[in-house]
């Protein structure tokens, strides 16, 4: 945090469970505080409907967090149906950011498409995480060489990387015609 500070930085980070002592503390705060500002919106597609709604503290109540240069509590509420399925989640962001709720939304918002569009496909489409390679650089150059695929499958106008792993992987020419 000190150099981010040195450098002018600012942050904006999520508090997960490998947190539990920070998280409890926001809990906390957020079920006592009244006064937040706040923002919502909702997004249709995908075979979803969500509503997001963001609440900002500002005013830190008086205790040690931990945290340099720490200015904004944020906790977001998603919720709606996937699949026909109902869903509710809360999250919970700490940062030195001075901004709207609606700013704070908009940069979670693109955080979580920057998920959605690489992570989330390496993970549970190409299974990233199930492999057990630590030798040398193999863990590396398996990364890079999904990377390779999301971005050649989206090049190539496939909106979906199952769709292109389905037209492509019986059908060398056309892996071919990649290079």
Known sequence: ????ATQGAEYL???KANQ???L??????FAACPHY???QQQQRGHGRQMNWQIRV?????AQDWGWMHLHSLIQVNTQGRRQDRPFAQVRYYISSLRTSASGFLARIREHWQIENRVHWLK???LGEDRHRLCQHNSVAVWSWLRSMAINLSRVAGFKSLTAAIDALAHDLPALFAFC
């Open 57 to 61: 503290i500002e005013t830190l109540p």
């Open 1 to 4: 945090m000190a150099q981010l």
């Open 20 to 22: 539990p002592e920070l």
């Open 13 to 15: 980070l999520a508090v």
């Open 123 to 125: 993970d549970v489409v």
């Open 37 to 39: 500002r706040q923002a």
């Open 24 to 29: 409890d503390l926001l809990e906390r705060t």
